[in-house]
T-cell receptor
C-alpha cells in the first residue's frame, strides 16, 4: 500500500536554531501534501498546504516566514521551522492524498516530534 | 467539510466488539463518511469509508444509517492494539486535493 515517510522521527534542538523535516511519498506521486501540528492531548491542526511547483498556502495564524515549506518534487515536501522556540515544540505530521475512484484516501507520515530547549 | 459529533471517549474489553458512533446531521448528498484512527505517537491511518451502503474491510465495518445522518464504526473484536483516537470525517466526493479536517475524535481505551 501507499506509504508516506518522515525524517527525522524525533529532533531536539536549541532555541534559535532551524530544523528541517522531510516528508516523502514512497510509492506514489503527490502534487499536494499537507502539514499538521499536534500538541499533547489535542487534535491535529492543519498548518499549510504544500503544492508542487508553487507556493504553499498557510492557514490563518501560521507564520509563513517561520514555517518554510518547499515542495521540490512530486514525492518530497519539506517543512523548515526557522528560529525555533520552546513554544514550537510539537508533533508535526504530513499527509498526502491519493485518489482512488471517487474518494481520496490520505496517507499520513509517522510524525516528527520536535523538542526545542 | 460538514461537521461531525463523536463521544469524547469510550472503553471496551479486549476481544469484545466495539461500536463507535458518529453523528453528521448536516451531511450532504455528495459527502463520503471517512474514518481514520491515530495510535499513540503515530500519524493517523485510514480505516474505512462509505457513502450509503454498509462497508466491510479487514480492519472494521462501517454501518451507515438509512438517512445518512449517523454512522457507526464497528471493530468486531477489540484488541489492545486498537486503543487509539478514532476520527469520523466527512469528505465531499469532489474533495480531491483538500486536507482532512480533524475534530476531537473518540479516544478508545481497551481493557485486557
Amino acid at each position: 500500500g501507499a506509504v508516506v515517510s518522515q525524517h527525522p522521527s524525533r529532533v531536539i534542538c536549541k532555541s534559535g536554531t532551524s530544523v528541517k523535516i522531510e516528508c516523502r511519498s514512497l510509492d506514489f506521486q503527490a502534487t499536494t501534501m499537507f502539514w499538521y501540528r499536534q500538541f499533547p492531548k489535542q487534535s491535529l491542526m492543519l498548518m499549510a498546504t504544500s503544492n508542487e511547483g508553487s507556493k504553499a498556502t498557510y492557514e490563518q495564524g501560521v507564520e509563513k516566514d517561520k514555517f518554510l515549506i518547499n515542495h521540490a518534487s512530486l514525492t518530497l515536501s519539506t517543512l523548515t521551522v526557522t528560529s525555533a522556540h520552546p513554544e514550537d515544540s510539537s508533533f508535526y505530521i504530513c499527509s498526502a492524498p491519493r485518489l482512488a475512484g471517487y474518494a481520496d484516501t490520505q496517507y499520513f507520515g509517522p510524525g516528527t516530534r520536535l523538542t526545542v530547549l | 467539510d460538514a461537521k461531525t459529533t463523536q463521544p469524547n471517549s469510550m472503553e471496551s474489553n479486549e476481544e469484545e466488539p466495539v461500536h463507535l458512533p458518529c453523528n453528521h446531521s448536516t451531511i450532504s448528498g455528495t459527502d463520503y463518511i471517512h474514518w481514520y484512527r491515530q495510535l499513540p505517537s503515530q500519524g493517523p491511518e485510514y480505516v474505512i469509508h462509505g457513502l450509503t451502503s454498509n462497508v466491510n474491510n479487514r480492519m472494521a465495518s462501517l454501518a451507515i444509517a438509512e438517512d445518512r445522518k449517523s454512522s457507526t464504526l464497528i471493530l468486531h473484536r477489540a484488541t489492545l492494539r486498537d486503543a487509539a483516537v478514532y476520527y469520523c470525517i466527512l469528505r465531499d466526493v469532489w474533495g480531491g486535493n483538500t486536507p482532512l479536517v480533524f475534530g476531537k475524535g473518540t479516544r478508545l481505551s481497551v481493557i485486557a
